[in-house]
Nanobody
Framework: QVQLVESGGGLVQPGGSLSLSCAASGSFDSIYTMGWYRQAPGKQRDLVARITTDGTTNYADSVKGRFTISRDNDKNTVDLQKNRLSAEDTAVYCC?????????????WGQGTQVTVST
C-alpha cells in the first residue's frame, strides 16, 4: 500500500514563509508527477504546483514567484517552499502523486496539512 505523508503545516504571519514536505512510502515501481493542491474553506481543491520526474514545474498563477516546488527522486519526496504568504493562502494543502505498480497507474493523495496565515 502506498502512502503519502505531509508535514510542515502550521500558523504563519502574513508575509512570512513556510515549507511543506511530502514523503511517499510503500511498495511501488515508479513515481511520476508529484504535486501540491490546496482547498480553502467552502472552495474546491485547486492545483498549487506540480513537478515531473525531470524537474519540469507548473504553478498556479496565484503562487508564481512566491512558491517553489522541488523533489528528490531518490527519497521519493516533494517539497513546497512558500514565501510572502497572505491570508488567501490559508487552506488545507494536500500532496499528490502518480504512481505505477507493475503495469497499473494510480493517483494517491496525502491526508493534508493545514496552513493558516494570520496575525
Amino acid at each position: 500500500q502506498v502512502q503519502l505523508v505531509e508535514s510542515g503545516g502550521g500558523l504563519v504571519q502574513p508575509g512570512g514563509s513556510l515549507s511543506l514536505s511530502c514523503a511517499a512510502s510503500g511498495s511501488f515501481d515508479s513515481i511520476y508527477t508529484m504535486g501540491w493542491y490546496r482547498q480553502a474553506p467552502g472552495k474546491q481543491r485547486d492545483l498549487v504546483a506540480r513537478i515531473t520526474t525531470d524537474g519540469t514545474t507548473n504553478y498556479a498563477d496565484s503562487v508564481k514567484g512566491r512558491f517553489t516546488i522541488s523533489r528528490d527522486n531518490d527519497k521519493n519526496t516533494v517539497d513546497l517552499q512558500k514565501n510572502r504568504l497572505s491570508a488567501e493562502d490559508t487552506a488545507v494543502y494536500c500532496c499528490n502523486a502518480q504512481i505505477r505498480i507493475r503495469s497499473t497507474f494510480y493517483v494517491r493523495w496525502g491526508q493534508g496539512t493545514q496552513v493558516t496565515v494570520s496575525t
